[in-house]
């Protein structure tokens, strides 16, 4: 393997397919995981709209994969500036890369050359390659045509939101998980005033037990609207 490696592994330990709420996703799962285990698609092209849980996926790929020592790596390309292309040297040997959010390299001549010239190397070496966009690859604009041909190929998988039940057990599971209690009541209330993005509703319940912990006081409907500033 080359000595060369990417130096934006941003690898969250608590993202993995154990943390993950399925809802009506589990077919995603499986697939991924056959993936990763080297029994599936060679590439996967994960789609859906922003905080369904992408990148919390393919992290999870990354860890499964190190838990059967397969090399893998995950970079998430929507950052303010893309990196120098560089970062792709030597990945074309790893077993698994995940590359979030490819959309980002659209438009971009060097990187979209950059990146085919990857995927064809990774490819022939028949390693894994799962990619992630909140777009079907078609709408994906890039400059190389031959670069969105590459992108159709494999499998494409789109990416189900949870129904609020679901939303509001994820909410309590996680909630368990970290080490305290809420009401499906709270978990209603929390969708119904604060959004429906998980990613986001699991830092405001990190919040919320910092607040519930310094006050002793469980978490009750009037406590979160004292908390959280919402008198309604």
Same mark, same amino acid.
């Given at each position: 393997?080359?000595?060369?490696?990417? !130096?934006?592994? +941003?690898?969250?330990?608590?993202?993995? *397919? @154990?943390?993950?709420?399925?809802?009506?996703?589990?077919? =995603? %799962? &499986?697939?991924?995981?056959?993936?990763?285990?080297?029994?599936?698609?060679?590439?996967?092209?994960?789609?859906?709209?922003?905080?369904?849980?992408?990148?919390?996926?393919?992290?999870?790929?990354?860890?499964?994969?190190?838990?059967?020592?397969?090399?893998?790596?995950?970079?998430?390309?929507?950052?303010?500036?893309?990196?120098?292309?560089?970062?792709?040297?030597?990945?074309?040997?790893?077993?698994?890369?995940?590359?979030?959010?490819?959309?980002?390299?659209?438009?971009? !001549?060097?990187? +979209?050359?950059?990146?085919?010239?990857? *995927? @064809?190397?990774?490819?022939?070496?028949?390693?894994?390659? =799962? %990619? &992630?966009?909140?777009?079907?690859?078609?709408?994906?604009?890039?400059?190389?045509?031959?670069?969105?041909?590459?992108?159709?190929?494999?499998?494409?998988?789109?990416?189900?939101?949870?129904?609020?039940?679901?939303?509001?057990?994820?909410?309590?599971?996680?909630?368990?998980?970290?080490?305290?209690?809420?009401?499906?009541?709270?978990?209603?209330?929390?969708?119904?005033?604060?959004?429906?993005?998980?990613?986001?509703?699991?830092?405001?319940?990190?919040?919320?037990?910092?607040?519930?912990?310094?006050?002793?006081?469980?978490?009750?409907?009037?406590?979160?609207?004292?908390?959280?500033?919402?008198?309604?």
């Amino acid at each position: 393997m080359s000595e060369q490696l990417p !130096l934006q592994f +941003e690898f969250r330990a608590n993202k993995t *397919f @154990n943390d993950f709420f399925a809802g009506g996703n589990q077919e =995603i %799962i &499986s697939h991924l995981q056959n993936s990763v285990a080297g029994h599936g698609e060679l590439q996967i092209f994960l789609w859906g709209q922003e905080g369904l849980g992408k990148t919390h996926l393919l992290q999870a790929c990354c860890h499964q994969a190190q838990s059967v020592k397969r090399s893998s790596f995950y970079l998430d390309l929507a950052v303010a500036d893309l990196p120098d292309v560089d970062i792709l040297t030597g990945l074309d040997n790893f077993d698994l890369v995940c590359l979030d959010n490819i959309e980002a390299i659209a438009g971009d !001549l060097t990187w +979209e050359m950059a990146f085919f010239h990857f *995927f @064809n190397q990774h490819r022939d070496s028949e390693h894994t390659l =799962i %990619i &992630s966009a909140a777009c079907l690859p078609n709408d994906i604009a890039t400059r190389l045509p031959d670069l969105k041909t590459r992108l159709n190929w494999g499998l494409t998988l789109k990416i189900q939101p949870l129904a609020d039940n679901d939303r509001i057990s994820a909410l309590i599971i996680k909630a368990h998980r970290m080490g305290f209690e809420i009401s499906p009541q709270v978990g209603l209330f929390l969708l119904t005033h604060y959004g429906r993005d998980l990613s986001a509703l699991w830092q405001l319940l990190e919040k919320l037990d910092k607040a519930s912990l310094a006050a002793k006081r469980k978490l009750t409907i009037p406590f979160l609207k004292e908390i959280l500033g919402d008198a309604s």
